[in-house]
Structures are given as C-alpha cells and as structure tokens.
C-alpha cells in the first residue's frame, strides 16, 4: 500500500496524528524527553516538531534542531500504512481524547498508542487482573469469575494478553459485552503468544481493544514486557493480582501501580504454594486482601464506586461526600494545575484524588493535559 509523503516540516498543527508519530520516531529521544521540553519551555508538540520556539536557549535549539534531524521516516510510514490497513486499526496521540486519562500521568506516556479494536474503551475506567503464566485451575477459575464479575459491575478488564491468568482475565471480560483491554509487548501486528491469536480477534470482534505503545514490525523481546506492565499498571486505577511468585512480572506491575498511588487488590491462598507466596508478600506490604468481587468494589474510591458501577438508585451523595467533592474541584485551577498541588490543595488521598479527577473528566468538569489538569470554563 502506498503511504502520504512525510517529513517534519510537513506536520500540521491540526494533525496531531503526523506531530506525535513523527515524534516518536526521533532516534535516541524518549517520551520523556518530549514531555519535559513541552513543560519548560510552554509549548506543544505540534511546536517543537517545527523546530525551537523563541524562548529556547541556544545550546537547546541546536539539540532540538539536531534530533530532528533524526527522524526515522519508515517508521511513520509503516504506522500509516497499518493504520489504513483495516478499519479496526488507530493510531491514537497523547493529545486526543481518546487516550486513556490516567496514562497521561506516567512521566514518560507513549505519544502515539497503536490500537486495534473499540478505541472508547481504552478511555472507560479500567482495572488490570494480572498473575502467574502458569496458575493453578483454583487460580484460573477464579481470575474468570472475578473479571466477569468485575465487568458486569462497569469495570473495563486490563491485562496483558499473556498466557495463564492474563488470558482468563480476558475471557471473563469478553463475556460482558467485550470489557477488556489488552496491552501487548509486541508491535500491532505481532500476535505474542501465537496461541492467542483466536483471543485477540475475540477481543476485537466482541468489542474490546488491544494496544500496543510499539512501531508495526516490533517482535517480542525481554525488555518489551516491563514496558508494558508499566502501562497496565498506569492506564488502570487500581490493580488485582491472581496467584503470582516472588519473583515475577506480576510483582513488578503491582509494586508500579502502588508507587503510581494506585490500590493494589490481592486473592491470598496457600501458604504452602508457591504461586501464592508473590501474594502474601503483596498482603504484607499493605495491599488490600479480597475473596470477592464486592471487596473490591467497596475499595473503589465512592465517586468511581457510584457513577460506574452502583444501582442508579444510589446516586444522592452525603453532605459530607459533596464536601469533599467541592473541595477537590475548588483545587483544580483554570491554568495547568500538578496532581500533586490537587492532592495538596484537597487534603484527600491520591487514589481518591485520581479517581475523582477521571470522574470529573468523563462528565466535562476538567480537561487532563500535560502536566497535570485544568478546570473547564463555566463549570
């Protein structure tokens, strides 16, 4: 297929699809690095991609210039290409609305995210289910149960599409109405493991969605599945861990998502397992320890709780609860305000300040942008 001609200099301001591929595919600078140019110097991608803006210092303006001059042009065409491949393919950037708001918190969010499938659901309000490659039946059965349950209740269902408890993760999710999201460690049209190609297409097919922060052509490599279970742990508000080692990926996406500020879920078991033992230690270190799906539902923060996954009949709030609502929104300044300043400002904990401000913005009270949040005008 023959892809549009692009360069750097031919990114439209308005096309934030070209700015944020072309970007990205700068050799030798990360996200990161992006993110933090747009902060010091109050700019846009769309800006840098241009070239220095007038307030850059000169010794940056010839990095800028430098980098740029790096662009790896097969890269954003093989991303276009497979983008107009097939109707169920989307390049989603960081500045569309699409982009899962709680990722816009991780300081070195994708700019692109390649997404096959139901683009509205990798915005819903998700929980990741994660554990052991290689889990016990008990274990299986349960990831099932509580994902379908889970679902049911309005969670999007977030895991990686490994074998084992990602899998079943999966499968309860598809059966309520396709709530799963999948993110893999591979590029878009790079199926890992083989053995779940007929899962992943059921995941499209049923609704769902599979998203991937890596170039087409991007096979499965080590250094790929940390990568990922960051943006497992960074696109969901809180994480639940079905039977994992000590020593395992799992434990890794649970330690990121408590250092994120996110709750971290546990199902215990055995002491005598050694599947378990990842668990307990989790337990240990202050996770919350739940044998159903309710536990986990009366852990979420009550906004959350209420909008998403409570009977309607429940949504008159107490004095107290329009308080502390009040409260959080009043710290939310109509100029870029830092998570840290609202959680500050409210005196509520993170997770619930996360939460709230996800609530917010699904419902148009505030706009999540780099850097943190704004208040939306006449709200």
Same mark, same amino acid.
């Given at each position: 297929?023959?892809?549009?001609?692009?360069?750097?200099?031919?990114?439209?301001?308005? $096309?934030? @699809?070209?700015?944020?591929?072309?970007?990205?595919? @700068?050799?030798? @600078?990360?996200? =990161?690095?992006?993110?933090?140019?747009?902060?010091?110097?109050?700019?846009?991608?769309?800006?840098?991609?241009? %070239?220095?803006?007038? $307030?850059?210092?000169?010794?940056?303006?010839?990095?800028?210039?430098?980098?740029?001059?790096?662009?790896?042009?097969?890269?954003?065409?093989?991303?276009?290409?497979?983008?107009?491949? $097939?109707?169920?393919?989307?390049?989603?950037?960081?500045?569309? +609305?699409?982009?899962?708001?709680?990722?816009?918190?991780?300081?070195?969010?994708?700019?692109?995210?390649?997404?096959?499938? $139901?683009?509205? =659901?990798?915005?819903?309000?998700?929980?990741?289910?994660?554990?052991?490659?290689?889990?016990?039946?008990?274990?299986?059965?349960?990831?099932?149960?509580?994902?379908?349950?889970?679902?049911?209740?309005?969670?999007?269902?977030?895991? /990686?599409?490994?074998? %084992?408890?990602? /899998?079943?993760?999966?499968?309860?999710?598809?059966?309520?109405?396709?709530?799963?999201?999948?993110?893999?460690?591979?590029?878009?049209?790079?199926? !890992?493991?083989?053995?779940?190609?007929?899962?992943?297409? +059921?995941?499209?097919?049923? *609704? %769902? #969605?599979?998203?991937?922060?890596?170039?087409? %052509?991007?096979?499965?490599? #080590?250094?790929?599945?940390?990568?990922?279970?960051?943006?497992?742990?960074?696109?969901?508000?809180?994480?639940?861990?079905?039977?994992?080692?000590?020593?395992?990926?799992?434990?890794?996406?649970?330690?990121?998502?408590? +250092?994120?500020?996110? +709750?971290?879920?546990?199902?215990?078991?055995?002491?005598?397992?050694?599947?378990?033992?990842?668990?307990?230690?989790?337990?240990?270190?202050?996770? #919350?320890?739940?044998?159903?799906?309710?536990? @986990?539902?009366?852990?979420?923060?009550?906004?959350?709780?209420?909008?998403?996954?409570?009977?309607? *009949?429940?949504?008159?709030?107490?004095? /107290?609860?329009?308080?502390?609502?009040?409260?959080?929104?009043?710290?939310?300044? !109509?100029?870029?305000?830092?998570?840290?300043?609202?959680?500050?400002?409210?005196?509520?904990?993170?997770?619930?300040?996360?939460?709230?401000?996800?609530?917010?913005?699904?419902?148009?009270?505030?706009?999540?942008?780099?850097?943190? !949040?704004?208040?939306?005008?006449?709200?």
């Amino acid at each position: 297929m023959q892809s549009k001609s692009f360069t750097l200099s031919s990114a439209r301001p308005d $096309n934030s @699809v070209d700015v944020c591929l072309a970007l990205s595919s @700068v050799a030798g @600078v990360g996200a =990161r690095q992006w993110h933090q140019l747009c902060a010091r110097f109050n700019t846009t991608f769309a800006c840098l991609a241009n %070239g220095p803006t007038d $307030n850059m210092d000169e010794t940056t303006a010839h990095k800028l210039t430098q980098a740029l001059s790096r662009q790896q042009l097969s890269k954003v065409e093989a991303s276009l290409n497979w983008a107009a491949a $097939n109707p169920s393919h989307h390049l989603i950037p960081y500045t569309s +609305d699409l982009y899962p708001p709680l990722l816009r918190h991780l300081s070195d969010a994708p700019l692109i995210l390649f997404v096959k499938g $139901n683009t509205q =659901r990798i915005a819903e309000v998700q929980l990741a289910m994660v554990g052991s490659r290689n889990a016990t039946r008990p274990g299986l059965n349960t990831t099932w149960r509580l994902a379908n349950e889970l679902a049911q209740a309005g969670l999007t269902i977030t895991s /990686g599409l490994a074998t %084992g408890v990602d /899998g079943y993760a999966h499968k309860g999710g598809l059966q309520a109405e396709g709530k799963t999201v999948a993110v893999t460690g591979t590029g878009p049209d790079i199926i !890992y493991p083989r053995r779940h190609q007929q899962l992943e297409q +059921d995941i499209i097919n049923s *609704g %769902g #969605a599979v998203v991937s922060e890596f170039w087409p %052509g991007t096979g499965a490599r #080590a250094g790929h599945f940390p990568r990922r279970n960051r943006l497992i742990a960074a696109m969901t508000l809180a994480t639940l861990v079905v039977e994992a080692k000590i020593r395992s990926g799992t434990l890794i996406t649970a330690n990121l998502a408590a +250092d994120m500020g996110r +709750d971290v879920f546990v199902v215990p078991g055995s002491i005598d397992n050694p599947l378990t033992q990842g668990c307990h230690h989790l337990i240990q270190q202050g996770a #919350a320890l739940i044998t159903c799906a309710q536990d @986990v539902l009366n852990e979420l923060p009550v906004q959350i709780r209420r909008s998403h996954v409570d009977a309607a *009949g429940q949504s008159e709030k107490s004095n /107290g609860e329009n308080l502390a609502t009040d409260k959080l929104l009043a710290s939310v300044d !109509y100029d870029v305000t830092n998570v840290d300043i609202i959680t500050e400002r409210s005196k509520l904990p993170v997770s619930d300040v996360l939460a709230s401000l996800l609530h917010y913005e699904l419902r148009g009270l505030v706009a999540a942008v780099p850097g943190g !949040y704004i208040k939306l005008r006449g709200k």
